[in-house]
């Protein structure tokens, strides 16, 4: 920092290596005052006319705005906000043809003036000390003043990231660009508010130094700038050689200091700060007048125009409207540059709007202007090279763009090229090397904007990864301290822990079925452990047994002769073989009721396994006992007393006999009845009606 200071205080100036010396061709227009251009019927504001992002809007399509009012609101001192130009209706919001070379649309606000031109109330400060620099950094911001020399920079964001570094101040008059002198008669007319404003500068920043440094071609502008200070001694004035570009920032502290800008860095790194004329002197306007930055001198010069001269004019005015204003005469073969013939950029459409960057509009004829030549092999000459202000290799960063070697591009130091165009104006071969230089950057630039995005992309899928497996986690442990909190509460309440009363039942009801499953075995004569079968065998001759008391009984109700002798002898029968049975089961170590059980069960399921012979055979019953109710002469009366008598015999004989083959045959139909699901009323009459025949036998 002190050597920054021990340079500036020698009064000695540095040259910077290369810069060339064209014609300045000011003389055209520095001589007339500043003018004004008359407004326009429409205006079309672009959202965005500085270095950053486009604020958000705060104007919709209809309404009625005032001069001064904003449009846009920021968010941070990098998104400056835009001011209407006078007093109207906004009659859209809608893409619109911009001052770029692209011929590219931006969003605009078209704003239908009412020729009234009614501003907004304004606040002025006389005395700009009873504000603190935050207060002051926010009127600039607010007031939406950006950098005027070109870069268009928001300037409150420049101040507020030098604060407390800044030992030299440095207000760039030099205006080194041939043809344009709208910072010159700026100078000349407007000195004092110059003053007034680099002093609001030195408040905010407190610099040791302060310099205006004018090349040595504006001697008016010098007079006036002197004039303006009075004699103080606390604001330096340089003279400085006329070299093209010596109004570079880079260049300018080099030749005040004799110091260089690190590559990649701002110059607040070595303690200075760097703003243009009319940066100051909106300054002074927005923080002592507040006025929003809405217009600017502009150079309206060439061949081409007849009232040649510098303009104040409104932003968001037609360029077509402004160059008519002074005269311009329309001709196809001859372009109209935004800017000067080494840095300009050629107006695709003269229905694009001025902006904040728009600094001269010049209009060149025959005398001046003429067809690009063709361009040619380059025969590495190192004409650029030498005349390059910024000590880079333009051959070398030519082929790299050719090439699109965005790598070694970087690596050469493209992004420290200052587009200055004065490699292209040495160049033998005619090659447009600006132009491929700034395609290489838009392209580098693209290719980091998509890798930011992709990495942003990532960013949030990570975070929102991670944040679904934490709310995941979160879920399961809520889960498991509500499971937690019931079991708890169970215990309490019941005195045992009920998930592990469930899985002992588990574990018992799996320990029982293993139980069940064993299987019996023998061995056999021959020493072979065989699976023992004597309860299957039983089983089967049980069923076996049954069957045949089935038929045995099913044959005798057929039989129409004595009924009370064939009764008994089923009867005798069915007690036979119920005593097999009993001594079948005692013989294989099963007890009587197991076995008078299997034996039930064997009958049931013989019935069950065919339904359709039960129910035949019923209905064959049902006919045979017909018939012999027909052949029986004694009637229907007899044959009930004789069956009622029958029955009464049988019972009188062995009640308990009879009651318990009444039981069985009742067990009998209910069995057969369920198993005859699509007959079940059929059946069961006809399971009856055997039932009382059987009684009756």
């Not at 290596?17 to 205006?43: E, N, V, Y």
């Not at 809608?94 to 031109?117: F, Q």
């Amino acid at each position: 920092m002190t050597d920054v200071l021990s340079r500036f205080n020698s009064g000695k100036l540095w040259d910077f290596k290369g810069g060339i010396h064209p014609p300045d061709m000011k003389a055209q227009s520095s001589h007339q005052p500043l003018r004004t251009i008359p407004l326009s019927t429409d205006f079309y504001v672009p959202l965005k006319q500085h270095a950053g992002q486009a604020g958000n809007l705060l104007v919709k399509v209809g309404d009625y705005v005032l001069k001064g009012q904003p449009l846009t609101q920021g968010d941070g001192l990098r998104m400056l906000p835009i001011h209407a130009p006078t007093s109207g209706i906004i009659k859209s919001i809608a893409p619109y043809v911009a001052a770029h070379p692209s011929g590219l649309d931006e969003p605009t606000i078209h704003l239908l003036a009412d020729g009234l031109d009614q501003s907004v109330e304004r606040h002025p400060v006389d005395d700009f000390l009873r504000l603190t620099p935050e207060q002051l950094i926010e009127k600039i911001y607010q007031a939406g003043v950006a950098g005027l020399g070109g870069a268009v920079f928001p300037t409150a964001a420049k101040i507020q990231s030098a604060d407390k570094k800044i030992k030299l101040l440095i207000i760039n008059g030099a205006e080194c660009e041939p043809y344009i002198t709208c910072d010159d008669r700026l100078m000349q007319e407007h000195s004092d508010e110059i003053i007034e404003g680099v002093r609001i500068l030195r408040y905010i920043l407190r610099p040791e130094k302060v310099v205006i440094a004018i090349e040595d071609n504006k001697p008016e502008a010098i007079k006036a700038i002197k004039h303006a200070l009075q004699g103080a001694n606390d604001i330096d004035v340089r003279i400085i050689p006329t070299k093209y570009p010596s109004g570079a920032a880079k260049q300018l502290i080099y030749l005040l200091t004799g110091m260089e800008v690190p590559s990649g860095e701002r110059s607040s790194s070595i303690g200075v700060l760097m703003q243009n004329v009319g940066t100051v002197f909106a300054i002074k306007r927005a923080v002592m007048d507040d006025e929003v930055l809405i217009e600017r001198a502009i150079t309206l010069t060439g061949d081409k125009i007849q009232k040649k001269g510098n303009y104040w004019v409104r932003f968001g005015t037609p360029i077509y409207h402004a160059l008519t204003h002074v005269g311009y005469r329309f001709d196809e073969r001859f372009p109209v540059f935004v800017g000067g013939p080494m840095m300009g950029l050629e107006l695709p459409n003269l229905n694009a709007p001025v902006t904040k960057i728009v600094n001269c509009l010049l209009a060149p004829d025959h005398f001046e202007y003429a067809e690009p030549q063709q361009e040619q092999a380059c025969i590495r000459c190192s004409a650029c090279s030498d005349a390059c202000p910024v000590n880079l290799m333009p051959q070398q960063l030519y082929w790299f763009a050719r090439s699109e070697d965005h790598k070694k591009s970087e690596e050469y130091a493209l992004k420290d090229c200052i587009e200055c165009g004065v490699c292209a104006y040495v160049c033998p071969s005619h090659i447009p090397l600006i132009q491929y230089f700034r395609q290489e950057k838009a392209k580098i630039w693209q290719i980091k904007e998509k890798q930011k995005k992709a990495d942003e992309a990532k960013i949030r899928f990570e975070a929102k990864q991670a944040r679904m497996e934490r709310e995941e986690q979160e879920r399961k442990a809520r889960t498991q301290r509500a499971a937690e909190a019931r079991r708890e509460e169970l215990v309490k309440t019941k005195g045992e822990d009920p998930v592990k009363a469930a899985l002992e039942r588990l574990k018992a009801k799996k320990s029982e079925a293993t139980e069940t499953i064993q299987i019996k075995t023998v061995t056999s004569e021959k020493g072979e452990i065989q699976p023992d079968n004597t309860d299957i065998m039983a089983l089967r001759k049980a069923r076996r047994l049954a069957r045949q008391q089935v038929e045995t009984i099913t044959e005798e109700n057929t039989a129409p002769e004595n009924p009370t002798t064939d009764t008994k002898k089923a009867t005798v029968a069915a007690a036979i073989a119920r005593a097999k049975a009993k001594k079948l089961a005692q013989a294989n170590n099963s007890s009587e009721t197991n076995t008078e059980s299997a034996v039930e069960k064997t009958e049931e399921n013989l019935t069950a396994l065919d339904p359709k012979k039960a129910a035949v055979a019923a209905t064959i019953a049902r006919a045979k006992a017909k018939k012999l109710a027909q052949a029986n002469s004694n009637g229907e009366t007899k044959n009930e007393s004789a069956v009622k008598k029958t029955e009464e015999n049988l019972t009188a004989l062995d009640p308990k006999k009879a009651a318990v083959a009444a039981a069985i045959a009742r067990a009998k139909a209910k069995k057969l009845a369920q198993a005859n699901s699509n007959s079940e009323t059929k059946t069961e009459s006809a399971v009856e009606k055997t039932e009382e025949n059987s009684c009756i036998m």
